[in-house]
């Protein structure tokens, strides 16, 4: 009798399920230009069980639509003809305890570091390096040697790079933390203006929303494109950058200057010259938007020139 309720819930999904299937069988194949369907060109195994587990690292100061995103894709796939959930997602942290996270959300890890169960995929959202616990590396460097997939998203490659992950590998960022990922990290090869980066089973995204897209490009990587864009449809998303991966072309170049006005050297924002924090270096007035970026530039100035 308990089980009613999720029977009903999960009914209309079905339904929906199986009329989108005959529309999407009816309508002409969309984006002629997108890159090819990465079930031909990049194809991951699904575990022999069927079930695709994916951890998604949290700690204080997680940017919530960075993991939160990536989870709703994930939570909506549906595959076979029962329509099963093929993910099993759940949250992991340095301890079973609230975890407040960006817009001072409160969330309740699934699992601590100890207890948690290997992944096969691990979502890395921006996190406050500053908070994160030096577990959470250990787990990180751990963990990943067995995934399919490790993803950042956002300035979640600052996570991968802090664990050592990104070594000589190609990766991406927020347009805002292009120069600090460069900077911080001199051995990554920074990418600008795209959605995401694919280096071996590392996988970054832009900022924010491009998390979405880079997990529809997993879910592609595992049951193709149809079983992709039946999730997209469900999600409603009409976004396409799952398959046009260099569609953040606009993040491609630097912002331009404006008079009176300079771009921070560390996040690029650019920021009046009346108003803003500044810092003298030789003999040339640098500006910043915040105390944080300040900090790192006077940590390392040179470093962060050189990244520019």
């Not at 998203?153 to 802090?162: K, M, P, T, Y």
């Not at 606009?250 to 108003?275: D, H, I, N």
Request: glycine fraction near 8%; aromatic fraction near 10%.
């Amino acid at each position: 009798m308990k089980s009613r309720p999720a029977v009903r819930l999960l009914l209309p999904i079905v339904a929906w399920l199986a009329l989108a299937g005959l529309v999407a069988s009816a309508a002409p194949s969309p984006d002629a230009d997108a890159v090819p369907d990465a079930r031909l060109t990049a194809p991951l195994a699904v575990p022999a069980n069927g079930e695709i587990r994916v951890a998604f690292l949290l700690s204080p100061g997680a940017e919530v639509v960075d993991f939160a995103g990536p989870w709703g894709v994930f939570e909506y796939v549906f595959v076979g003809q029962d329509y099963r959930r093929p993910f099993k997602l759940y949250t992991v942290a340095a301890a079973k305890e609230p975890v407040t996270v960006s817009g001072g959300l409160t969330v309740m890890p699934n699992h601590a570091f100890a207890d948690a169960p290997a992944p096969d995929v691990i979502v890395v959202p921006a996190i406050d390096l500053e908070k994160l616990a030096p577990s959470a590396l250990e787990w990180l460097r751990a963990a990943q040697a067995d995934t399919a997939v490790t993803m950042s998203v956002c300035n979640g490659s600052l996570v991968l790079g802090q664990a050592g992950l990104l070594d000589g590998k190609t990766a991406t960022a927020h347009h805002g933390g292009y120069t600090t990922l460069r900077a911080e990290f001199p051995k990554v090869n920074v990418v600008r203006g795209v959605r995401y980066v694919e280096d071996g089973k590392i996988a970054t995204a832009g900022g924010l929303t491009s998390g979405v897209d880079l997990a529809l490009r997993v879910v592609e990587r595992y049951y193709g494109r149809e079983a992709t864009l039946q999730t997209a449809r469900y999600l409603e998303y009409q976004g396409t950058g799952w398959m046009h991966p260099q569609s953040n072309a606009e993040f491609a170049r630097k912002p331009a200057q404006v008079p009176g006005y300079s771009l921070c050297p560390v996040c690029e924002m650019g920021v009046s010259e009346t108003t803003a924090l500044k810092t003298e270096f030789e003999r040339k007035t640098h500006y910043f938007c915040s105390q944080w970026c300040q900090d790192h530039f006077a940590a390392n100035p040179q470093r962060y020139l050189d990244a520019n």
